[in-house]
């Protein structure tokens, strides 16, 4: 006789199990000789030693597919079970796989949406740094987040750098409550936003904690090398020349970079030039360096985003004459 303890603290159980463990109890009925006993983030099994082994490697599997999908059925479970060729299969067969980026929680798909967007994921097959430049709501960040997380998950990288420039849009830093991390908390909310449609939370709770995902303002990028790491640099326009120098020069071996920005919305001082502008002027013939600009064809947002991008585009260009 044998037991096993796996540890589920990365995964939710309900998640999943079910509410009310059906798939457990699905578990359960395949594996009659032996006891299943889940007890809060572990599974316990008991009985003998083969059957254990079995059972744990049928586990393995299961994990893998929900890791990769961010979901399981009572249906995958029963194929899992019934099928030894070892293989994780696609969710759903003819399922447009090749363009998904990442399967997102509740299994939602999350896949480049605009030719532009599939411009860049096809660009980090073939460059280590991209430059994403275009106005807001074209999905530069949301992309770029998924790129990386698919990078993480296929194991090109070992850790995930995201970082943004702690400029205020119109309000003062200072003036916000709390310590120096709750003043630049509101910065870096949209990078937490897309890793939550991304990534579970417990697993995603775990990767903050041990490093695997780092989320810092720019300023804490200076003096470190990033080595086998995928680091993106979100609304790049607010960096100055120093520092956007600063950031690129960090990239270490085996190493991706996306910078992303709207040369458009640029809160720095009028006495401060955008390192974005003049990066773009610099690096756009080295090779390996790859710039994408995006357009209001590439806004996925409500539809009225296009109307605004037009009109203050078009009083540019008023002004402008």
């Known amino acids: 006789m044998g037991e096993k303890t796996i540890n589920l603290e990365q995964i939710h159980p309900i998640d999943l199990f079910g509410l009310k463990e059906e798939k457990l109890k699905l578990l359960k009925k395949a594996f009659p000789k032996l006891k299943l006993v889940l007890r809060g983030d572990k599974l316990i099994i008991a009985g003998n030693d083969d059957e254990v082994e079995h059972f744990s490697q049928k586990m393995d599997r299961i994990l893998q597919h929900y890791n990769h999908y961010n979901k399981i059925t009572e249906e995958n479970i029963l194929e899992i079970v019934a099928d030894e060729t070892g293989e994780v299969k696609p969710e759903v067969a003819g399922d447009d796989s090749s363009h998904v980026l990442v399967h997102g929680r509740n299994g939602m798909l999350i896949k480049a949406r605009t030719p532009n967007q599939k411009r860049m994921v096809d660009s980090f097959t073939n460059n280590d740094m991209i430059f994403a430049i275009g106005p807001a709501g074209t999905g530069k960040t949301y992309t770029a987040v998924a790129i990386a997380v698919k990078a993480l998950k296929n194991k090109e990288v070992k850790r995930i750098i995201l970082t943004r420039p702690a400029v205020e849009a119109g309000e003062n830093l200072g003036f916000l409550p709390g310590d120096l991390k709750d003043k630049l908390e509101p910065y870096l909310q949209p990078l937490y936003d897309a890793l939550r449609d991304m ?123």
């Open 199 to 321: 990534i579970p939370m417990p697993k995603l709770q775990s990767f903050l904690e041990d490093g695997t995902i780092e989320i810092a303002p720019l300023a804490f990028m200076r003096g470190r090398t990033l080595d086998n790491a995928f680091a993106i640099l979100d609304e790049a326009q607010n960096a100055t020349e120093s520092q956007l120098k600063m950031f690129l020069t960090r990239m270490g071996k085996s190493a991706k970079f996306i910078i992303t920005g709207d040369i458009t919305q640029i809160d720095l001082p009028k006495n401060q030039t955008s390192g974005l502008i003049t990066s773009a002027k610099l690096l756009k013939n080295i090779k390996g360096i790859d710039f994408i600009f995006l357009g209001d064809k590439d806004v996925i947002r409500h539809p009225l985003v296009n109307k605004i991008i037009d009109a203050y585009e078009k009083k540019g260009t008023e002004q402008g004459a």
